[in-house]
């Protein structure tokens, strides 16, 4: 298969900017209309992040990257209802953009292998 924490990301991406537009606009339909959006995009983060977690990587990677499922553990709830979904808060969105990171870095690292 082909993976990449890019997609995961460009989702969290967006995510951060329908924050900012509903910050932006009193309208309350586009409001509705932005945050039913955004927790679609939320569903995508979780489901890009499950992929990742489940079929790309191996126990071998978590041996060495120990820290890879509480990454996920915590990316996954922050991408979930009591995170990005449920929230419009902006800082929650950067926490998510952290984790999607760290993810993103320890990838990297495990395809040069």
Known sequence: GVYYP????????????????????DDPDFR??????????????????????T???????????????????EATKLAGASGAKGSVDPAVADQLLGKIEEISKIFWETKQA
Not at 7 to 24: L, N, P
Not at 32 to 53: C, N, Y
Not at 65 to 73: D, E, K, S
Request: glycine share 2%; hydrophobic share 40%.
């Open 32 to 53: 509705t209309r932005a945050i039913l959006i955004k927790e679609q995009r939320s569903e995508l983060v979780k489901h890009h992040l499950w992929v990742l977690w």
């Open 55 to 73: 079929d790309y990587f191996k126990p071998p990677h978590f041996e060495k990257y120990p820290q890879l499922h509480q990454l996920f553990n």
């Open 6 to 25: 890019a997609q995961a990301r460009i989702e969290s991406e967006s995510i951060k900017a329908i924050i900012g537009k509903v910050a932006d606009n």
